[in-house]
């Protein structure tokens, strides 16, 4: 018969693979068979109910592999105080705002772009001249920030290498205007902590009250749906949700690399 302490092993291990199989991380096959193996070795019978819910587990599984990638979903709207838009792609999504300003009697306007893998965690920040301060860049995309190798690392990582642009747009100023005075770990650091903050942003406004663009104006991209409806998106609200708890900081590796930490707030 299992002891007390097995049975609160079993309990805790199966309802952590049925949390991931739910929300992510994936579950491997592997998995599934170590947690059966536990049962057997301490003697839990095979009509418990853990067996059967190692079987979900598996059913659950086996679907989301053999059915083919969702298609991106793309949504828009304003929330606090901003217009933003957030694709959501079957293992990511992406959260970008446009900021706009003056320097030098120029006008510019630029569009930033965060995207977080399945655990919240920051694949790139990207920046898109939509006005550039400088005419011949209109259109062009910097990547601010990227994580080394992010398609490949483990996606609850807590460190990790990044590349950095060595020389960033002169448009941040439209974001924050006294930027380029403060430290440049700092800066990397703001940077990606901005888009953690505009996703808690974004879901306590869809949570607290309607968000302007539910109803399609004139005009909008007729395939882009509201942003009140991401809540109800099959693979954003459990990303978002980790992505909001989180902060990072910057260290300096080299000129061209960073190392980015997190921690939960």
């Known amino acids: 018969m299992p002891t007390k302490e097995s049975r609160r092993q079993a309990r805790g291990l199966v309802e952590e693979l049925e949390s991931r199989a739910h929300a992510g991380p994936p579950v ?14 301490h003697d839990f019978p095979t009509a418990s109910d853990y067996f059967s819910r190692l079987v979900q587990i598996q059913d659950r599984v086996g679907a989301r592999l053999a059915a083919p990638p969702q298609a ?13 838009q957030l694709q959501s792609v079957y293992d990511h999504v992406i959260l970008s705002t446009c900021h706009q ?7 510019g306007r630029v569009k930033i772009s965060h995207r977080f893998n399945q655990a919240g965690r920051i694949d790139f920040v990207e920046l898109k001249f939509l006005r550039s301060l400088q005419p011949e860049f209109n259109g062009g995309i910097r990547k601010l920030l990227t994580v080394k190798n992010y398609q490949q690392l483990g996606k609850d990582w807590h ?9 960033l747009p002169q448009e941040l100023i439209f974001l924050f205007r006294d930027i380029f005075r403060c430290p440049r770990p700092e800066v990397l650091g703001w ?9 808690e942003d974004l879901l306590n406004a869809v949570r607290a009250r309607p968000v302007n663009g539910c109803a399609p104006r004139p005009g909008d991209n007729p395939n882009q749906l509201s942003l009140k409806a991401v809540l109800a998106d099959e693979v954003a609200p459990p990303i978002l949700e ?8 910057v260290e300096f590796d080299d000129p061209d690399t960073v190392i980015v930490r997190y921690r939960h707030k």
């Open 242 to 249: 980790r992505a909001a708890a989180l902060e990072s900081s």
């Open 28 to 41: 491997r096959e592997n998995e599934i068979v170590s947690a059966r193996q536990f049962l057997r070795q």
């Open 101 to 107: 300003g003056d320097f030098n009697l120029r006008r």
């Open 159 to 167: 460190e990790a290498e990044a590349f950095a642009l060595r020389v």
């Open 72 to 84: 991106k979903r793309n949504y828009g709207g304003e929330a606090a105080g901003w217009w933003m």
């Open 191 to 199: 940077l990606i902590n901005i888009g953690h903050r505009a996703v």
